[in-house]
């Protein structure tokens, strides 16, 4: 079946730090893959969404890319700010998953931004 | 703008007894999902379903039941309730419009069972 592993529980950074997050799956087939962000007090919502190996998302400032041979998917920002303090979620839409729309998560990145 | 609420935010419950969790959303969705979070297991899926009168089994359906009456609400139901489903629990609503697979997620419901 499918499967997503994140290995990162915890990250703590200082304002203007390097984010990095990698996140590996598994699945057959071509799958789409997802970064989710989870603000205190609210459910997950999408930040970035990435369809095709090599290509880059983007949005508010984070980039997100995967790697078909590595089947390794990762999130990074150049900059960190006090208010990206939240929790990141990689997932996937696998093969196994697709009837449904049913996604895969990872089981989450805490990151905590210090002023 | 799209929207999903859950009922109520907060919840506390005694072992053994009935609780139900329940979901709307006007997005006009035809998927809805219900996910558990659990520190160290991120999210998992417990139900979902394609839409009106359909409910499937997800990762961890074991302990629960799930009804959708119609497609703007979808419940979760704990016939008997335990310590063990002590969670955050979350609805979502989602759809294939063009090439987007976005899930839009719910607050919350924070179930702890005594």
């Known amino acids: 079946g499918d499967s997503v592993i994140q290995m990162q529980g915890q990250v703590t950074l200082s304002e203007n730090d390097f984010l990095f997050i990698n996140c590996t799956y598994s699945t057959t087939g071509y799958p789409t893959l997802f970064w989710y962000v989870q603000y205190s007090g609210e459910g997950p919502q999408l930040l970035l969404q990435v369809t095709t190996a090599n290509n880059k998302g983007s949005s508010r400032g984070f980039e997100a890319t995967y790697d078909k041979g590595t089947t390794s998917f990762h999130l990074q920002k150049t900059s960190v700010q006090e208010i990206d303090s939240a929790v990141y979620y990689c997932a996937m839409r696998g093969k196994a998953n697709s009837a449904g729309n049913k996604l895969t998560f990872g089981i989450g990145t805490r990151v905590l931004v210090r002023p | ?114």
């Open chain 2, 1 to 114: 703008e799209a929207a999903v609420t859950q009922s109520p935010r907060n919840k506390v419950a005694v072992t053994g007894g009935k609780v139900t969790l329940s979901c709307n959303q006007t997005n006009n969705h035809n998927n809805m999902y219900w996910y558990r979070q659990d520190t160290g297991h991120g999210l998992r899926l417990i139900h979902y379903s394609y839409g009106a009168g359909s409910t499937e089994k997800g990762d961890i359906p074991d302990g629960y039941k799930a009804s959708r009456p119609s497609q703007e609400n979808f419940s979760l139901i704990l016939e008997l309730a335990t310590p063990s489903q002590t969670s955050v629990y979350f609805c979502a609503s989602g759809d294939i419009p063009g090439s987007s697979y976005e899930q839009y997620f719910g607050p919350g419901t924070r179930l702890t069972v005594l």
